[in-house]
């Protein structure tokens, strides 16, 4: 059982016990994380809408930083050179939960449609 899951604009193939190094998310350590589906196969591939009901959890082991890219820029005979370096933010996840749910999950009320509560009245009529 695996699923496809996107963060950050990237997607990772990932399965139960699965740890990951995705862009740095703003949550600290040891927070649990819920991961958009993109794809899911137990037995079969399901994509679509019927992902609403696959849940994938993961909680942050860590914040880390990325190699140190080194970038040097150099035009041959013009006296040009530009050095400049590049170290990524990090965060690694691991996959605590993969399972597909029975049933989709209860929509949240905005504002709005929740029912306003009923103010009680008291009987002096100030």
């Given at each position: 059982?695996?699923?496809?899951?996107e963060t950050g604009g990237k997607q990772y193939k990932v399965e139960k016990g699965t740890t990951l190094l995705?862009?740095?998310?703003?949550?600290?350590?040891?927070?649990?994380?819920?991961?958009?589906?993109?794809?899911?196969?137990?037995?079969?591939?399901?994509?679509?809408?019927?992902?609403?009901?696959?849940?994938?959890?993961?909680?942050?082991?860590?914040?880390?930083?990325?190699?140190?890219?080194?970038?040097?820029?150099?035009?041959?005979?013009?006296?040009?050179?530009?050095?400049?370096g590049h170290r990524s933010e990090l965060t690694r996840l691991e996959v605590t939960d993969l399972k597909m749910?029975?049933?989709?999950?209860?929509?949240?009320?905005?504002?709005?449609?929740?029912?306003?509560?009923?103010?009680?009245?008291?009987?002096?009529?100030?």
């Amino acid at each position: 059982m695996y699923a496809v899951v996107e963060t950050g604009g990237k997607q990772y193939k990932v399965e139960k016990g699965t740890t990951l190094l995705v862009d740095r998310l703003p949550d600290d350590e040891g927070a649990k994380v819920t991961l958009r589906p993109v794809a899911f196969s137990d037995k079969e591939m399901i994509v679509g809408k019927d992902l609403e009901k696959v849940k994938v959890e993961a909680t942050v082991a860590g914040h880390e930083r990325g190699p140190k890219i080194r970038v040097f820029k150099y035009r041959a005979k013009k006296g040009y050179r530009k050095r400049q370096g590049h170290r990524s933010e990090l965060t690694r996840l691991e996959v605590t939960d993969l399972k597909m749910l029975s049933r989709k999950p209860a929509a949240k009320q905005t504002a709005a449609e929740k029912p306003a509560a009923k103010k009680e009245e008291d009987g002096d009529g100030s």
